[in-house]
T-cell receptor
């Protein structure tokens, strides 16, 4: 089954304790992205990756890091979480503009609800 | 500035009724427009995707329309069901692929029995 998986699904942590949210896709997509969703603000892009070892900032990258060492995985790292990073996080994957299915949609994971105390 | 605005912010209708959600955009250049359905606490799921040359696309009881001249789109839901209760998000792409997306904030639809 084609899917994007995220772990953990729920996480409560304390300020300053480093954490990693994993994301994996099994569709061989080049493009992967992280979003956060907050009430009234919609989905906002944190970081995205066009392919292995290629990452770039989205609209709200401050306080986050990412890496893309393998095509299927795109972990989101919070080195020193703060309460304002309490949010619902989504990973997504899809094709890039160079692919013949480039107008295909983006596929989202189930979300990770993070609370930073 | 690239923006996608959706209206209304929220909508409550009776089960079995039809409804229409609106999306206006100022994104340029335009490549395609997508509608997603998002159940509470879950990831968005694609409903339709329309390119510049398409002015209507259906997916079951969901029909999306696009007027690229006025930069408006609508999502019409026919014979609503309780399972249609969700947020509906309009997303506009500025290029091919998924790299250049602008998201609307969504319309929260509630279907009551």
């Amino acid at each position: 089954e084609a899917q994007v998986t995220q772990n953990p699904r729920y996480l409560i942590t304390v300020t300053g304790k480093k954490l990693t949210v994993t994301c994996s896709q099994n569709m061989n997509h080049e493009y992967m992205s992280w979003y956060r969703q907050d009430p009234g603000l919609g989905l906002r892009q944190i970081y995205y990756s066009m392919n292995v070892e290629v990452t770039d900032k989205g609209d709200v990258p401050e306080g986050y890091k990412v890496s893309r060492k393998e095509k299927r995985n795109f972990p989101l790292i919070l080195e020193s979480p703060s309460p304002n990073q309490t949010s619902l996080y989504f990973c997504a994957s899809g094709w890039t503009s160079g692919h013949m299915a480039s107008t295909d949609t983006q596929y989202f994971g189930p979300g990770t609800r993070l609370t930073v105390l | 500035k690239n923006q996608v605005e959706q209206s209304p912010q929220s909508l409550i209708i009776l089960e079995g009724k039809n409804c229409t959600l609106q999306c206006n955009y100022t994104v340029s250049p335009f490549s395609n427009l997508r509608w997603y359905k998002q159940d509470t606490g879950r990831g968005p799921v694609s409903l339709t995707i329309m390119t510049f040359s398409e002015n209507t696309k259906s997916n079951g009881r969901y029909t999306a329309t696009l007027d690229a001249d006025t930069k408006q789109s609508s999502l019409h839901i026919t014979a609503s069901q309780l399972s249609d209760s969700a947020s509906y998000i309009c997303v506009v792409s500025r290029g091919f692929g998924n790299e250049k997306l602008t998201f609307g904030t969504g319309t929260r639809l509630t279907i009551i029995p």
